[in-house]
Nanobody, 123 residues
Framework: QVQLVESGGGLVQAGGSLRLSCVASGGTFSSYVMGWFRQAPGKEREFVATIIWSGSSARYRDSVKGRFTISRDNGKNTVYLQMNSLKPEDTAVYYC????????????????WGQGTQVTVSS
């Protein structure tokens, strides 16, 4: 079993920045593809970003390209999501995810989920 714990969410004004962190335990972190998903009230959970084991390749949802950056530190068992130029439509609960497949863009590829961290962007 792998446990994922997110942190770094909060309230920020439009145009601001946040950095989310996800710390993994209970598995070999470097063997997993990692990713971030988000879910707003009344909406389906949607893909945000994913990064391969080595960190050398990443993919993003079109609406966050150029604003968000995913990275990982295998030595710290941690994946990050740097979010810049935040917009109100980015408001959601953000979930860390782990899988064995790349790209990780669908819910069915996820093996483990974190509990989520709330991101609220005010206008």
């Amino acid at each position: 079993q792998v446990q994922l714990v997110e942190s770094g969410g909060g309230l920020v004004q439009a145009g601001g920045s946040l950095r989310l962190s996800c710390v993994a335990s209970g598995g070999t972190f470097s063997s997993y593809v990692m990713g971030w998903f988000r879910q707003a009230p009344g909406k389906e959970r949607e893909f945000v970003a994913t990064i391969i084991w080595s960190g050398s390749s990443a993919r993003y949802r079109d609406s966050v390209k150029g604003r968000f950056t995913i990275s990982r530190d295998n030595g710290k068992n941690t994946v990050y999501l740097q979010m810049n130029s935040l917009k109100p439509e980015d408001t959601a609960v953000y979930y860390c995810a782990a899988a064995r497949s790349f790209p990780l863009q669908g819910l069915r590829e996820v093996a483990y989920w974190g509990q989520g961290t709330q991101v609220t962007v005010s206008s």
